[in-house]
Nanobody, 114 residues
Framework: QVQLVESGGGLVQAGGSLRLSCAAS????????MAWYRQAPGKQRELVAV???????NYADSVKGRFTISRDNAKNTVYLQMYNLKPEDTAVYYC????????WGQGTQVTVSS
């Protein structure tokens, strides 16, 4: 059974930092493309960052220069380091794994106060 379990969310002041983690089980982690999405209240879910199985990385324009995605295949974990957080980064952040099938975590809340 595939499981993606996010952690690391919380409440932080604007300008602060958080690191999200997503631990995967039940998949051959190294062959999956891993991504972070977020969904703010009343808005559609949007892609934040993606790291391919080969290590290629892309970011949404809104987070470039502030967020860093990385993966540790030995630990079956993908990370999202977030710096200089803004109130508009407030959302539920979801981990996503994709290859032939797609899997989602349950989400972790990130709240940035002004």
């Amino acid at each position: 059974q595939v499981q993606l379990v996010e952690s690391g969310g919380g409440l932080v002041q604007a300008g602060g930092s958080l690191r999200l983690s997503c631990a995967a089980s039940g998949v051959i982690f190294s062959i999956y493309h891993m991504a972070w999405y977020r969904q703010a209240p009343g808005k559609q879910r949007e892609l934040v960052a993606v790291i391919g199985s080969g290590g290629s990385i892309n970011y949404a324009d809104s987070v470039k220069g502030r967020f860093t995605i990385s993966r540790d295949n030995a630990k079956n974990t993908v990370y999202l380091q977030m710096y200089n957080l803004k109130p508009e980064d407030t959302a539920v952040y979801y981990c996503n794994a994709q290859r032939l099938r797609e899997y989602w975590g349950q989400g972790t809340q990130v709240t940035v106060s002004s």
